[in-house]
């Protein structure tokens, strides 16, 4: 089993910026491949970045490549999705997803196996 913990999330302003947090735990972190997904109020979630076991590659959704990047720190068993220039449609509530069967980094949500509880993210216009 993986616990997943986010947190960071919170109301800012548009073009603002936050970073969020999520603490993976139960099982070796280098063995997971991270995910951020997002939901909007009545909307189906949707992908926004994730990252490979090793760090090395790392996917985006089109609607915020240029404005998010994704790391991880392997000292402190975390994954970081900082995120610029926030818009209104950012908002959204957050979800860190965990992988740890196939290493595929995946943009659905199928593709994960375990999540956060989510943090939410309210950018005003």
């Known amino acids: 089993q993986v616990q997943l913990v986010e947190s960071g999330g919170g109301l800012v302003q548009a073009g603002g910026s936050l970073r969020l947090s999520c603490a993976a735990s139960?099982?070796?972190?280098?063995?997971?491949?991270m995910g951020w997904f997002r939901q909007a109020p009545g909307k189906e979630r949707e992908f926004v970045a994730a990252?490979?076991?090793?760090?090395?590659?790392?996917l985006f959704a089109d609607s915020v490549k240029g404005r998010f990047s994704i790391s991880r720190d392997y000292a402190k068993n975390t994954v970081y999705l900082q995120m610029n220039s926030l818009k209104p449609e950012d908002t959204a509530v957050y979800y860190c997803?965990?992988?740890?069967?196939?290493?595929?980094?995946?943009?659905?949500?199928?593709?994960?196996?375990?999540w956060g509880e989510g943090t939410q993210v309210t950018v005003s216009s």
């Open positions: 990252i490979s076991r090793s760090g090395g590659a790392s």
């Open positions: 139960g099982r070796t972190f280098s063995t997971l491949v």
């Open positions: 997803g965990a992988e740890h069967e196939s290493g595929w980094v995946g943009v659905a949500p199928v593709n994960y196996d375990y």
